[in-house]
């Protein structure tokens, strides 16, 4: 005879399902630094903590970027381009122009939130799909970025397209936004931290944050009850332009070049940490701290991978398939409806 489930069996199984979807996602994280740190010894040190932490920054704060875009219901492509652009402009800034580094600083700044004001026009005024205009802007951007220098990296000592030598190099006080520390705390890892919490605050603290959420939940109603939905839509993208170009302020730093092809990779990593950070405790929306979490996640990977030997091709189908069981979190347990039919 068939055992009946009992209410007691519901209820346990609605307990277990809540826990696995609240706590699954940094369960995964904790368990994967525990064993790369028992199986590497290096992996346990200080020195690689912080530089695990600081190899996730620019992916986080890229990511916050496009935390705030998820939240009023969008997407934006053009994020990883606008870092390459930020990367650019910097190096162009100090190398062709010979101009100081807080002077390239401010160039990349304000490109970032240029950037975001055009997605904000085309998406907002002239209402294209977000997708559409954002990919748009993504080519436009890639192709843009490399005319000034016939598509080559920019570098101390390059030619420049008139035959002469570029006059001007990185600024020590430039490189020092991705070398210099606080203590043993590296900036960027500072810089993260204090965006992530900056973000936390605007996001769960505000009316910014609240109305941005009720977009995203329901753009009609929001429009229906008064907000302002086409101001705060387009704000979250002006803050992905700038964030995006304050990642790329450490990345160009970071490799002290204008590398044409940095930022390629950072369009799916930042959206795949704002996706991922949704799971954490179950919240089911994007977040700050979640999506703090999702960058140190593949910050671990990468890391212990990295220290076991693996070549890159290993390490981006293991982030692939880390990244797939922290969505599987988010994505289908957090919405399967589990229901028992009673035995009679």
Not at 79 to 89: E, K, P, R, Y
Not at 145 to 173: C, E
Not at 307 to 329: H, P
Request: net charge positive.
């Amino acid at each position: 005879m068939a055992h009946a489930r009992t209410d007691n069996d519901v209820t346990t199984g609605m307990r277990v399902q809540d826990a696995v979807v609240k706590y699954g996602f940094i369960a995964v994280t904790i368990g994967l630094f525990l064993f790369f740190a028992s199986t590497e010894p290096a992996f346990r040190t200080s020195g690689a903590l912080f530089s695990m932490l600081k190899f996730a920054s620019v992916t986080a704060i890229l990511g916050l970027g496009m935390t705030y875009v998820m939240a009023v219901g969008g997407m934006d492509l053009s994020i990883g381009s606008t870092a390459g652009l930020a990367v650019q402009m910097a190096a162009m800034t100090m190398v062709f122009y010979n101009l100081t580094g807080g002077t390239a600083a401010i160039v990349v700044l304000l490109a970032g939130i240029a950037v975001g004001l055009l997605n904000a026009f085309l998406i907002v005024v002239c209402k294209i799909p977000d997708l559409l205009a954002t990919l748009g802007t993504m080519f436009v951007i890639q192709g843009a970025k490399l005319i000034p220098v016939d598509g080559q990296s920019v570098s101390a000592g390059m030619v420049l397209p008139d035959g002469t030598p570029a006059p001007g190099k990185f600024t020590s006080a430039f490189l020092m936004i991705d070398r210099g520390a606080i203590g043993p705390v590296p900036y960027p890892v500072v810089l993260m931290l204090l965006l992530t919490v900056v973000s936390w605050f605007i996001l769960d603290r505000t009316k910014w944050g609240r109305m941005m959420y009720a977009i995203g939940a329901n753009p009609e109603a929001s429009r229906l009850a008064g907000v302002n939905v086409g101001f705060y839509r387009g704000l979250a993208y002006v803050l992905c332009g700038l964030f995006a170009a304050i990642g790329g302020l450490i990345l160009v730093s970071r490799i002290g070049q204008g590398d044409v092809n940095a930022g390629a990779s950072s369009l799916l990593e930042a959206v795949a940490v704002a996706l991922v950070g949704t799971s954490v405790l179950g919240i089911g929306k994007p977040n700050a701290w979640g999506t703090l979490l999702g960058a140190l996640l593949i910050g671990i990977v990468l890391t212990g991978l990295t220290m076991k030997g693996f070549s890159y091709y290993y390490q981006d189908t293991a982030k692939g398939l880390v990244l797939l069981v922290a969505l599987l979190f988010s994505f289908t347990i957090s919405r399967k409806k589990v229901r028992y039919t009673p035995a009679t």
